[in-house]
Nanobody
Framework: QVQLVESGGGSVQAGGSLRLSCAASGRTFTMGWFRQVPGKERELVACIYSTGDTYYRDSVKGRFTISGDKVKNTLYLQMNSLKPEDTALYYC???????????WGQGTQVTVSS
């Protein structure tokens, strides 16, 4: 069982930046960041595959950057030019292999004020 521990959330004004971190206790295949607001479905924000390829949802392209440190076994999400609509609970997630996400962090809150 892999444990994921997120950190780095907080409150920031629109246009500001935050960096989220996710420390993994074991080996993973694909890692990603999801977010969820009350009353809405959880959505994939960005992910990084074992090949190093990345995916971003359209609304964050050009503003968010996902990266990983294999030595530290840590995933990052650099979020720049934050908007109020980025406000959500952000979750780190990982897969054991191809397929659905198997492991989830506890979530870290990001709040962007206008």
């Amino acid at each position: 069982q892999v444990q994921l521990v997120e950190s780095g959330g907080g409150s920031v004004q629109a246009g500001g930046s935050l960096r989220l971190s996710c420390a993994a206790s074991g080996r993973t295949f694909t890692m990603g960041w999801f977010r969820q607001v009350p009353g809405k479905e959880r959505e994939l924000v960005a992910c990084i595959y074992s090949t190093g390829d990345t995916y971003y949802r359209d609304s964050v392209k050009g503003r968010f950057t996902i990266s990983g440190d294999k030595v530290k076994n840590t995933l990052y999400l650099q979020m720049n030019s934050l908007k109020p609509e980025d406000t959500a609970l952000y979750y780190c997630a990982a897969t054991r292999g191809l397929g659905s996400y198997d492991y989830w962090g506890q979530g870290t809150q990001v709040t962007v004020s206008s």
